[in-house]
């Protein structure tokens, strides 16, 4: 055993710690955080002042669903190199999803900004922080900065296209910077959710048993009292789910934040309350009968069902209309909101836009799933034209279905600049509302009665083609053809290596008799003499002057120059980050520059 553990032990000392660090770096792009966050422990352990070590430690943690663990080795990272914009990214990208430090994460990314505008990394996790919030402009800026800096940047481009969709994060109601735990605005939606989907399916069902017993048995009264009792149920019902809400405070925010929830709710709102006014009215003895919504007609009179039939003058009817309005909005009130939540979601956005940026990363994953969600999405805008078109045809001028022809045309160029295939589904149903089209239009202008069937058929064939594929992706737990079903893109960030200081560097500064330190001030460049040293971790520790620390505050890149007095004629310059701490100046490298100075030397 002891010779198997000296093996191991001369196998992990074999590697520096930089070649941990790119081992750890290897596996977590293959998807193998475990084996990552042992390979960035072993670079930690030989070598504990390796920042770099510990941001991939951080990372691996986050890959593994530890986001509450991934914070502490970033923060260390932070303090071993306070100028490393690596560093500032990577703990602002696990702070994010830690519950009440979004502030802080929001710091860390602007500080990333502010040390390396040069980078696309800091400025996609500046939209990244947007959008999470539904700040789609600050987002849309912030991803096409990046791109400026790195076109081929995949995440930038992946998460531009959400932002051209409108995409919302589900859930839509929570604002990441509210410091209340998720768990908590998440229970309080559900129960806002849940009681209002049992309320109105409770008092639709009570509506037409209502009827039905009034109507069809003559039982109007007994109905009526079912109902009420239906009344008093939603009680304890409404009661149990106020109970499981505890952050009353930021229900308002939440249901700005999601309109959907709202609208849910007050729906549910509206259909209890016309609920209760068709059934009470009428039971007011200080009403006049006409009130009564279950007062039927007496013998002799004509059925109501007649649609010849109309009430005499002063006599009421079942089907008054104040009573079929209140009626409806009870039973027709929750697929209203669902026809027109579908068609407001379908018509969010700028999918045509996003599909251009989804294809210029095929090799992406989150792309192609977001690209054939988007195709869905433009599926259904055109399939919504085609029956709009095709209905006003229908009923004003059948010759104006010939536009049909045209209405698939955006719909066929985005499909052949995706270049996506993969779903099967998807082919079909764009088949059918070709198809459609075309028989439709020449309905219209040749006027063939099989070829209206045909166009109506295959539009209604379309409609049942995308509930299968729901159903499927419902079963089988995948993405389904709708706007849920979009993801962002969070590729492994704060991973890029560390500037390697080398011996001779240190060398260079730890004998040097001299060191400039060059900074800008309003006044321009300036130099000034200093004195450094270099620290285990790579840092430069300076002494400087009080307005080299004035201007460091505005504009923390400097350089740092110095000679090595030892071998006489190699320089050393050093690019980077100054921050103020105490009486020094800590300069992290971002770039490290070596040279000789001209002279004989160079002639042998």
Known sequence: MDIVGTAESADRTARSPREWCEEAVARLRTGHSDTALEAAQLAADLEPANEWAYRLISLALERQ??????????????SLARGSWPARLRLGTALRRVP????????QAALARRYAPEEADPHVLHGDQALLRAEHAPAERAYLTALDRDPAHPQARVNLGLTLLRWDRFPAHRDPAWPIDARESGRARRALEVWSRQSRLLVALATIAVVVAALAFDRG????????????LLVPITLRQARRIRVWSYVPAMLGRDPWLGAALASAVVSVAAFAAWLTLGALPVMPSAFDPLWAAPPGMPSAFDPLWAAPPGMPSAFDPLWAALAGIVVLGWPVTAAVR??????????????????????ERTARRNGGVTLWIVLGRTWSVLVALVCGALAVEPRAAVLAVAVPYPMLASYRRARYGEDTWLTVATGLVVLASVACAAGGLLGLVWAWLAGLGALCAAVVVFALRAARAWWRGGPGPWRASLIMCD??????????????????FAYARSVVLSFGDSLGPRVVGTAATVTPSGELRLVPEPQARAAVAVDPRVAVFAADPLQRRYWVEVRGIAVADADLLRVTPKQVLMGEFPGRHQRR
């Open 65 to 78: 669903g530890r986001d509450a663990d991934a914070v502490a080795p970033a923060e260390h990272a932070v």
């Open 100 to 107: 009440g430090r979004w502030a802080e994460a929001v710091e």
């Open 221 to 232: 009264r007994e109905g009526r009292l079912g109902g009420l009792l239906v009344l008093v």
């Open 342 to 363: 579908a068609l407001a979601e379908l018509w969010r956005g700028s999918p045509l836009r996003a599909l251009a940026q989804f294809a210029r990363v095929p090799a």
């Open 491 to 508: 590729l492994p960030t704060g991973d890029a290596p560390s500037v390697a200081v080398t011996p001779e560097i240190r060398q260079a």
